[in-house]
């Protein structure tokens, strides 16, 4: 939405921007902005045996259907039946889902018919959350921020989504980029699978799981997403501390 920025600038200052590519959106139109950095850059990477071993042998996906009501209720049947393809070409393949308390009813009653019966995670449980990320061999992910969780803790994964048809016929007269994965973005690339609208099939994602599953593809993106973790701040000073330094500096500018 390239005219979110001119809106912004009526009433507001200064943008502390999580990610790096947004400072020149901020500044173009008259706004101040730091690139402080994205909260997931401070996460500790937990080492996958460590995951692992609460886990056991065999191949492990994590599954995250959305953390909206509207995401479950579309991806939630299709996911659902990508995993029936899966059960076939992978038939010790367990399943887990990490819950967002808002949909954790949804979730529950929208997987009871699946193919394969996931491990439901306590919702809200974050440390669980990451463990199953560390220790699964690959996700199955609604588009969104959780992206760079998964990217965090060396997850390779594929992402989906679908909206209403009407909406995206407006979004797709008003998007300027051609991936909505973070990792994809901040690497310039197209690494992580990502498949939108009438592409969100039970086909399309099983054979893109596949590969990641076997242990073949996964490479390529635990190389972007370690360049995708460098870019939102990984390494460096924390975005907390930036945050602040930002403001302060800001402040005492002004006074």
């Excluded at 009433?11 to 909260?39: I, N």
């Excluded at 509207?70 to 029936?84: D, K, M, N, Q, T």
């Excluded at 199955?140 to 989504?161: F, I, K, Q, R």
Aim: charged share 15%; net charge positive.
């Amino acid at each position: 939405r390239p005219g979110r920025a001119r809106l912004m600038a009526q009433s507001v200052d200064h943008v502390l921007a999580l990610l790096p590519f947004e400072p020149p959106y901020m500044t173009a139109a008259g706004m101040g902005c730091d690139f402080v950095g994205h909260p997931v850059a401070a996460l500790p990477r937990i080492p996958r045996e460590v995951a692992r071993a609460g886990y056991g042998p065999g191949p492990l996906l994590t599954v995250l259907p959305g953390s909206r009501r509207s995401e479950v209720a579309r991806l939630a049947p299709i996911f659902g039946a990508a995993l029936g393809r899966l059960a076939v070409a992978v038939p010790d393949l367990r399943v887990v889902i990490p819950v967002a308390p808002n949909v954790a009813g949804e979730v529950a009653a929208a997987v009871a018919g699946w193919p394969v019966t996931p491990q439901l995670l306590t919702p809200g449980d974050d440390a669980a959350k990451l463990t199953a990320f560390a220790a699964s061999d690959a996700a199955l992910a609604a588009s969104g921020t959780v992206v760079l969780e998964l990217a965090a803790m060396g997850c390779p994964m594929v992402a989906a989504y679908r909206v209403h048809p009407l909406t995206a016929l407006v979004v797709r007269q008003l998007v300027r980029v051609r991936t909505g994965n973070l990792v994809n973005l901040l690497t310039e690339s197209q690494v992580v699978p990502e498949f939108l609208q009438e592409r969100c099939t039970p086909d399309a994602l099983a054979g893109a799981l596949i590969p990641l599953l076997s242990g073949t593809g996964a490479a390529a993106q635990r190389a972007a997403m370690g360049q995708a973790m460098d870019a939102v701040g990984r390494g460096g000073p924390p975005p907390a501390d930036r945050a602040a330094e930002a403001v302060l500096r800001v402040l005492g500018a002004r006074a």
